[in-house]
């Protein structure tokens, strides 16, 4: 056949078969290893939970429910024990009984405390308290630390990651897992809190990375923008930062998107930073750390560290 004949053929196959054509955008990714998102907001009805973890290709969640949702967490593990294999739980750890709640929750099943995103100081006395339980109970703390205000969280969350190596060392029982924008912008050794999500090459010596070096209680997410934008700065670094830390990462998205693929009105909204709105953070994610590292250290960041940490079977 001559060009102009193959065109015409594949335009008369396209024509004939628009379910066909369109196939390629209903197919769900595969990743080169099966995935667990570590941080995934529980949504409203199984079916919503469902639908993003099959749209992004995602194998299991964990979910994060706040203090009133552990019973619907619960169900859906049961409904479900494959896709959520776990779930932590939240509370406010300013109310007086946030630990007879947090406590309750792991009495009911939940595999670790958060997220923990609330206006206090991370070295403060209301984190201390659930530091300690932490140990008490064997569970890890998933803590959002932020200094910059934003247009959907404004103000400071768990502030003060810069003095955090003293919670490192005062509590070398609990396992913490860092996640937001205070601590991947900190991975570069130049970051003055001058914006949430700075952008350029990494200066190395940052306070996160020095952390995650030197503290073997300190594990993170890779979940949002701040992780995706920090580790899409300077490719060179990202692998190394990855080789360097394939034991301590643990692969979440923390997506607003309803199908997967970046729709719904939550994640097209002006809330969500620019570069993420009208995509799924989760296949983006899994795609940086695709292309920056290898399949054997995908693979511990998408699934196995996370079981180790939350000593499931693999
Ligand atoms: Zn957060
Ligand atoms: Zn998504």
Not at 217 to 241: P, V
Not at 300 to 308: D, G, P, Q, S, V
């Amino acid at each position: 056949m001559d060009r102009r004949t193959v065109l015409a053929s594949l335009g008369a196959v396209a024509a004939a078969s628009p379910l066909r054509a369109q196939e390629p955008a209903q197919t769900s990714p595969k990743w080169s290893s099966p995935v667990i998102d570590m941080h995934f907001h529980m949504r409203r009805t199984p079916e919503a939970n469902i639908a993003h973890q099959q749209g992004a290709g995602v194998t299991a969640a964990n979910l994060l429910a706040r203090a009133d949702a552990g019973p619907a967490a619960a169900a859906l593990k049961a409904q479900k024990p494959a896709m959520f294999p776990s779930w932590f739980g939240s509370t406010d750890v300013a109310k007086p009984d946030a630990e007879q709640i947090l406590t309750q929750a792991v009495k009911d099943g939940a595999k670790g405390f958060g997220e923990l995103k609330f206006p206090v100081a991370a070295d403060g006395p209301e984190m201390r308290r659930v530091y300690d339980l932490a140990a008490e109970l064997n569970v890890p703390v998933l803590i959002h630390f932020q200094e910059i205000g934003q247009p959907a969280a404004p103000g400071g969350y768990n502030t003060g990651i810069k003095r955090f190596a003293t919670m490192l060392k005062a509590y070398p029982k609990t396992k913490f897992i860092a996640h937001a924008d205070a601590f991947w912008a900190n991975i570069s050794a130049d970051y003055h809190e001058q914006e949430a999500y700075p952008t350029g090459p990494i200066v190395p010596g940052g306070v996160s990375d020095k952390l995650l070096a030197d503290y073997p209680n300190l594990f993170a997410d890779t979940s949002a923008n701040s992780a995706n934008n920090a580790l899409s700065r300077d490719a060179e670094f990202t692998k190394d930062f990855l080789r360097r830390h394939q034991d301590k990462l643990h692969f979440g998205s923390d997506c607003n998107c309803e199908d997967g693929k970046g729709g719904g009105a939550a994640q097209n909204s002006d809330r969500v930073a620019p570069r993420m709105r009208g995509k799924c953070v989760a296949q983006e994610t899994l795609k940086l750390l695709t292309a920056s590292s290898t399949p054997a250290i995908f693979r511990k960041i998408a699934w196995t560290n996370a079981h180790r940490l939350l000593g499931m079977t693999v």
